[in-house]
């Protein structure tokens, strides 16, 4: 089966539309959560996600406090501010769709969690402890996450104490190790200082990773921000993938 991974849309419909053309045919679609957050277009993204193919979809930190399940005060202010105006932007439909995701999907070679198996909504994968850490917590030979919005993939073997982190290359196709955590980057919003969306195609029998990057329009979606008045800060960091 050939699995289209997305994560961390954050309401970016341009960037996801690109991504759709990009990735040609795929057999379903695992979505890595926070659909929304940030951008202007939470709606019409978890529209667009919610019709695709053979959908497993889960939930991510700021999906989770537009529904007022995380606190809006642990972020930080300009993602406060963000969550502040996607649950004024929310319609019924949206929230219910947010309301059903499930924190974590556990496939039979694959976990999917947003942030890690060990807290599947909030914790950070950034470095190799807290990777390593984490490894005990899923009992497939894959876990993929998002949250980070960086592309990585850390592995570990058993003779190893401390796992592997490598950065794979865009538009280059790698067989996953035994035993890997893996992150697709994300869509909507880059911070790897590339701003192109990111977004893999995952070969499940094979154990193909195809990690690739695809330009969209980033001025078109900056204008929808501003009109909506979205901080600047998000604004700005979309052209800089930062």
């Not at 890595?32 to 497993?56: H, K, Q, S, T």
């Not at 949250?147 to 950065?167: C, K």
Request: charged letters at 20%.
């Amino acid at each position: 089966m050939r699995a289209l991974v997305i994560s961390d849309i954050h309401a970016n419909l341009t960037a996801l539309d690109a991504v759709l053309e990009a990735a040609g045919s795929f057999d379903a679609v695992w979505c890595l959560g926070d659909l929304v957050g940030y951008g202007p277009d939470p709606n019409e993204c978890i529209a667009r996600v919610r019709e695709l193919p053979n959908l497993l979809c889960i939930i991510g930190n700021h999906d989770a406090a537009a529904l007022d399940q995380i606190d809006a005060d642990t972020f930080n202010p300009e993602a406060r501010s963000a969550i502040r105006w996607t649950q004024k932007s929310l319609n019924q439909s949206s929230r219910s769709f947010l309301q059903g995701l499930p924190e974590k999907i556990q496939l039979e070679r694959v976990t999917l969690a947003h942030g890690s198996p060990r807290h599947p909504v909030w914790e950070y994968l950034l470095d190799t402890r807290t990777a390593t850490l984490n490894f005990e917590y899923f009992e497939t030979p894959i876990c993929i996450v998002g949250h980070t919005h960086l592309p990585v993939i850390y592995s570990l073997l058993n003779s190893n104490h401390l796992a592997r982190l490598s950065i794979p290359e865009p538009n280059q196709v790698i067989t996953l190790p035994e035993h890997a955590i893996v992150n697709p980057g994300s869509v909507g919003q880059p911070r790897d200082r590339d701003p192109r969306a990111a977004f893999a195609l995952y070969d499940t029998e094979e154990n193909l990773w195809d990690y690739r990057r695809v330009v969209y329009d980033v001025l078109s979606v900056q204008e929808r921000m501003i009109q909506a008045g979205l901080p600047e800060r998000h604004i700005q960091r979309l052209a800089a993938g930062w």
